[in-house]
């Protein structure tokens, strides 16, 4: 079972609707992430927020606007997306900045498979 | 030149086979190596991860880090079905940008 846990992990939605992606952990890591991953494809990166606060943002179009409520969750809202933003869409945290051994290597999420209609 | 190369396959294999799988990198910065396997439709899933050069085994699973030739590799013994996935190289130099090859895919055919 992974330790980062995303939901839905499924998600059809028309262009005109407002819908929300979560992502939760509990391991104590300070740095999340949000990447797409198109089929075929590695995973692109969007956002990271660490300490709770946006430090990379991967000139993502503003219809994507992530939020992080506290170190435990990130959510990505989703709002007028287009099809050509069907994908899936993975969280992932690390411990990076905190030390320990494996502190840089990404943990990530089971995904949520968003299709856009 | 792409930061980190990767033959996309497809690799095919017979059970029992070892699978050599392999990255190139141009960044020396890089530090921190990791391997991922990735099932259809599934999320990334974290097979190993070495530091700087060297070796590192786990079960049927060996990481081997060349950084003098900024090479990569993962080895798989004893190769079954449910290996047959794609495998992802990724690597960091501090841990907050972190660059993928674009993924091996591979089959063990029973």
């Known amino acids: 079972d992974t330790e980062v846990t995303q939901t839905p992990k499924h998600l059809v939605m028309g262009m005109t609707n407002k819908k929300s992606l979560k992502c939760e952990q509990h391991?104590?890591?300070?740095?999340m992430y949000w990447y797409k991953q198109k089929a075929k494809k590695p995973p692109e990166l969007m956002f990271v927020?660490?300490?709770?606060?946006?430090?990379i943002n991967e000139s993502v179009p503003s219809r994507f606007s992530p939020e992080c409520p506290n170190s435990s969750l990130l959510n990505l809202h989703l709002h007028a997306l287009q099809p050509e933003d069907s994908a899936l869409y993975l969280c992932?945290?690390?411990?990076?900045?905190?030390?320990?051994?494996?502190?840089?290597?990404?943990?990530f999420g089971a995904g949520s498979r968003l299709t856009v209609l | 030149q792409k930061e980190v190369e990767q033959d996309p396959g497809p690799l095919s294999v017979p059970e029992g086979a070892i699978v050599s799988l392999n990255c190139t990198y141009s960044?020396?910065?890089?530090?921190?190596f990791m391997w991922y396997r990735q099932y259809s439709r599934k999320g990334p899933e974290l097979l190993m991860y070495?530091?700087?050069?060297g070796n590192k085994e786990d079960g049927r699973f060996t990481a081997q880090v060349d950084k003098s030739s900024k090479y990569i590799s993962l080895f798989i013994r004893d190769s079954q079905p449910s290996d047959s996935a794609t495998y992802l190289c990724a690597m960091t130099y501090y841990g907050q940008n972190f660059v993928f090859g674009p993924g091996t895919r591979l089959s063990v055919l029973p």
């Open positions: 927020y660490s300490y709770e606060k946006l430090s």
């Open positions: 960044n020396s910065a890089f530090q921190y």
């Open positions: 391991m104590g890591h300070r740095a």
């Open positions: 070495t530091y700087s050069s």
């Open positions: 992932a945290s690390t411990a990076a900045g905190q030390g320990g051994s494996g502190a840089n290597v990404l943990t």
